[in-house]
């Protein structure tokens, strides 16, 4: 069965300093991963994705994630944290084949940016 | 170019009432989702439309809730006799490839 693991509810940064939000997925078979962000009452965006190409991708903003297969790990980065990355974060696989193609979520990760 | 379109943004609306719920894709995209995001449950999947066909509606909570598709384009999320359970936002997404789907900015649906 694919589904994913966010390991924090909520992660807190100064502005200036790296961000780092976990991601442990399960997945029967090679997975396409995605990354999600969604600001205060707005709708999700997709910030990157991993489709068996690279291993490490690279989003917007700043963004990136590494796929590590021998970890099933697909933890997202940047390097300086900026005020208006405050959101909230969704790590995401996709269920895709026979009769189905579906986004299965995971709880979320609150990112908070202190000045 | 347009994104995805939802409508109403808000709709309040009374315990075992009907409503419906819009969403326009994206001009060209063949693939039509519904996902629902509610405090308690996160977000989840519903429904998901290849043209005008379901293959797998497997996320439908109850037999309350039905959704259809015409022409390819605009679908309609239909939840009869409203319960309180089911206030949360209503989201819509569209794809022209699969591993790519792009939402739109969601209905809040409440039950009083």
Known sequence: AQSVTQLDSHVSVSEGTPVLLRCNYSSSYSPSLFWYVQH???????????????????????????????????????PSAHMSDAAEYFCVVTLYGGATNKLIFGTGTLLAVQP | GAGVSQSPSNKVTEKGKDVELRCDPISGHTALYWYRQSLGQGLEFLIYFQGNSAPDKSGLPSDRFSAERTGGSVSTLTIQRTQQEDSAVYLCASSLIPHEQYFGPGTRLTVT
């Open chain 1, 40 to 78: 205060p009452n707005k709708g999700l965006q997709l910030l990157l994705k991993y489709t068996s190409a690279a291993t490490l991708v690279k989003g917007i903003n700043g963004f990136e994630a590494e796929f590590k297969k021998s970890e099933t790990s697909f933890h997202l980065t940047k």
